[in-house]
């Protein structure tokens, strides 16, 4: 299988929370063959920023150069499969550009 990497970018990476607050977080390149060391390193991230522990957190994801929508899409559907008690929104994908845009949100429970 092909190893899978996603560039999450600082810019493009934020949480929404109940109060329309935004803050920005950092999350570095990763590879993985599936979505779950990319959904262990959202939640790890975004457990970091000592928030509120619960509400909804946005993430887009800018894929790396030279992956095609069809390749992204297979990705998302396994993060979706992986997530699906967490993920409530689904995802959308943008291939208009070089490089390919993917919004998901996330319900993120109390712990």
């Known amino acids: ?13 934020f949480t929404m929370m109940g109060e329309s607050t ?3 977080f950092s999350v570095c ?8 060391d990319l ?10 920023q000592e928030i509120r522990p619960c509400g909804r957190m ?10 095609t929508l069809d390749e992204i899409q297979q990705i998302l559907s396994t993060i979706r499969d992986l997530c699906s008690e967490d993920l409530i929104w689904g995802f959308e994908s943008d291939d208009t550009t070089d490089r390919i845009t993917t919004d998901m949100l996330f319900e993120v429970e109390p712990s």
């Open 39 to 48: 959904c262990a390193e959202i939640r790890t991230h975004f457990a970091k």
């Open 1 to 13: 299988m092909k190893q899978t990497v996603i560039s999450l970018d600082l810019e493009d990476i």
């Open 58 to 67: 946005a993430v887009r994801i800018t894929s790396a150069s030279g992956f």
């Open 29 to 36: 390149r990763l590879s993985a063959d599936t979505g779950t």
């Open 22 to 24: 935004t803050k920005l």
